[in-house]
C-alpha cells in the first residue's frame, strides 16, 4: 500500500535534484516572449490583448502548467505598467515604514534577520486606508487578476506585504512559502502527503519591482522545478537541501514595474542586497476562495465554554493526557493564520502560537478560568486588524 505519512528521514537529495536538473524549451510556451535561466518570460502588453479573447483559455493554461509541470515561475517585464502608479504606492509605502518604527519594536521577517530590512504587514489595508485613489490606481490591473485567475480561477482574495532589503542585507534561507513553508517538520509530517501537495494549490506567490533590481541588489533567488518534489515541506530545512540551493538557485534582474509569481512550492529565498540603495518589493500573495469553511462559527465563545470542564478534569485526575487535543481540535481555531502579524508576530519560529496550544499549556499550568478567558481575549484581539 503507498504511504501518505512521511518525515523529514524520508526525503531524498538524488530524487530532488533530478526534478532540478529538467530544461525548459520556448516552443512549450507559444505566448512567452524568451526563457532565461529556466525562467519563462512574459510581457505584459501580449498578456493584456489576450485577456476577453478566444484564446484568454489557452493562456491561462499555458501559465497554469508553468507553475505546476513547469519550472514553477515565470516573470512578467512591465506588469504594472503606470509607474507612476508605482512611485506613488512607493511614497505611501515608505512614509508607512517610517511611523511603524517610531511605534513598534523591528521584529524582522520570517526567513531573514532582523535589521536585514524593513516590512509592512497587511500591507493591502494599510494602503487602502492611506490612500484609496492611489490603491485604485495600482490595483487596476488587468492582468494580476488573470494571472490570479489561471492558478486559483475565481473569487481568489489577494494579502500584500512590502519588503524592504537594505544595502548589506544578506540572503534569506531558502524556504517554501504559505501555508506548510510556515511550519515546522513536526507538524508537516502529520499532514498525509496527498494534502501537502494539494496545499500548493491554495495559493500563489508574486512579487512586484518597485525599485530596479539588478543582480547585485538580490532579486529573489528561485530554484525552477524544485515545487514538484513532493516532500519539499520536509525537506527545505535539511543542510543538503540549502547547499544544492546556493548551487543552483537562479536570479532574474527586474526593473520597475517587473513582477514574478511563482507557485508556493518553489523553494526560493530573498538575495544579498550590494548596492548602495533599497530594494523594494511589494509581495503579493493570492488566496484560493476554498481555504475558508462553510459556516461561521463562534469558537472563541466555545472554547471558553468547555475550558471550565476540561480543567475540573485535570484538577480531578479525570483528564486523559490527549484530551485537550482531541477536544480541542472541536472547537478551537487550530491554526495561526489568518491573522494581524503587527500586533500577533511569531516568537519562535514563523507562525504565531494557535489557540489550541494556547488551550494545552493553560490546561497543563492549570490556569484559573479567568485568567485563560483574559489571554484568550487578548489572542483574539491580536488578530484584528
Known amino acids: 500500500m503507498q504511504g501518505y505519512f512521511f518525515d523529514a528521514a524520508d526525503i ?42 478566444p484564446q484568454a483559455c489557452e493562456l491561462k493554461t499555458e501559465l497554469h502548467h508553468c507553475l505546476k509541470e513547469g519550472p514553477g ?19 505611501v509605502f515608505r512614509k508607512i515604514i517610517a511611523e511603524e518604527k517610531e511605534r513598534v519594536a523591528h521584529r524582522g521577517d520570517h526567513f531573514a534577520k532582523p535589521g ?38 475565481p473569487s481568489f482574495q489577494i494579502t500584500s506585504q ?54 547585485a541588489s538580490g532579486p529573489t533567488l528561485l530554484l525552477p522545478f524544485s515545487q514538484q ?23 532574474f534582474p527586474l526593473n520597475k514595474g517587473d513582477a514574478v509569481f511563482f507557485s508556493p512550492a518553489l523553494f526560493h529565498a530573498a538575495g544579498t542586497n ?16 476554498f481555504g475558508k469553511a462553510m459556516e461561521t462559527v463562534n469558537r472563541l465563545k466555545m472554547t471558553k465554554l468547555v475550558y471550565p470542564v476540561l480543567l475540573a478534569k485535570k484538577q480531578n485526575g ?13 472547537v478551537t481555531d487550530g491554526y495561526s493564520f489568518p491573522t494581524n ?14 489557540v489550541q496550544t494556547l488551550l494545552e499549556r493553560a490546561l497543563s499550568e492549570e490556569w484559573p478560568v479567568e485568567r485563560f478567558h483574559q489571554h484568550l481575549n487578548e489572542a483574539a484581539e491580536r488578530r484584528l486588524a
Open 12 to 53: 531524498n537529495l538524488s530524487e530532488f535534484t533530478a526534478l532540478c536538473s529538467q530544461t525548459v524549451r520556448l516552443e512549450d510556451y507559444r505566448f512567452a516572449a524568451e526563457i532565461q535561466q529556466k525562467l519563462v518570460v512574459y510581457e505584459e502588453d501580449r498578456i493584456r490583448s489576450v485577456i476577453g479573447t
Open 73 to 91: 515561475v515565470f516573470a512578467i517585464r512591465g506588469a504594472c505598467p503606470d509607474l507612476k502608479a508605482v512611485d506613488r504606492a512607493t511614497e
Open 116 to 153: 536585514d530590512n524593513e516590512r509592512i504587514w497587511n500591507a493591502l489595508q494599510k494602503f487602502c486606508e492611506r490612500d484609496p485613489e492611489a490603491f485604485v490606481a495600482y490595483y487596476d490591473n488587468p492582468v494580476l487578476c488573470f494571472v490570479s485567475e489561471a492558478w486559483l480561477g
Open 162 to 215: 512590502i519588503n524592504v532589503v537594505k544595502p548589506g542585507g544578506q540572503a534569506q534561507n531558502p524556504h517554501r512559502d504559505y501555508h506548510l513553508g510556515f511550519q515546522d517538520d513536526a507538524v508537516v509530517s502529520r499532514f498525509p502527503l496527498s494534502v501537502q501537495v494539494a496545499s500548493q494549490f491554495l495559493t500563489l506567490q508574486g512579487a512586484v519591482a518597485h525599485t530596479d533590481m539588478s543582480v
Open 229 to 251: 518534489y513532493p516532500l519539499g515541506y520536509l525537506a527545505w530545512r535539511n543542510p543538503e537541501f540549502i547547499k544544492f540551493f546556493q548551487q543552483k538557485a537562479v536570479q
Open 274 to 289: 550590494t548596492e548602495s540603495a533599497d530594494r523594494v518589493a511589494n509581495l503579493l500573495q493570492v488566496s484560493s476562495a
Open 318 to 330: 479525570r483528564l486523559r493526557f490527549d484530551e485537550p487535543r482531541t477536544v480541542g481540535a472541536s
Open 341 to 354: 502579524l503587527d500586533s500577533d508576530p511569531p516568537i519562535e519560529g514563523s507562525a504565531p502560537e494557535t
